[in-house]
């Protein structure tokens, strides 16, 4: 059974800065890519970054090179350093993990990021 838990996410005013953690119940190599989602009230999931056990890393347009997807591989952890927030960035962060050979998709249980004045 694979467990992903987020955390670090909360309030912050525009412009600042948050910084976003999953821990993996095992090893993040053995996934074939994790990846972060965000779902804001009334829309769909959508993929903010990604990265595979190779270190290749991918984010969405939206992102403009605020945000830093990271690992610490002794910690089975991901991060997403998040900058220059913007309101429009207010949604649930998810963290997503990809198992393979079988393609086993898991979610974490997500964390809630605001950002407002």
């Known amino acids: 059974q694979v467990q992903l838990v987020e955390s670090g996410g909360g309030l912050v005013q525009p412009g600042g800065s948050l910084r976003l953690s999953c821990a993996a119940s095992r090893s993040i190599f053995s996934f074939g890519r994790m990846s972060w989602y965000r779902q804001a009230p009334g829309k769909q999931r959508e993929l903010v970054a990604r990265?595979?056990?190779?270190?290749?890393?991918n984010y969405a347009d939206f992102v403009e090179g605020r945000f830093t997807i990271s690992r610490d591989i002794a910690k089975n952890t991901v991060h997403l350093q998040m900058s220059s927030l913007k309101p429009e960035d207010t949604a649930v962060y998810y963290c997503?993990?990809?198992?393979?050979?079988?393609?086993?998709?898991?979610w974490g249980q997500g964390t809630q990021v605001t950002v407002s004045a």
């Open positions: 997503n993990a990809v198992l393979l050979p079988a393609y086993n998709e898991y």
């Open positions: 990265i595979t056990p190779s270190g290749t890393t």
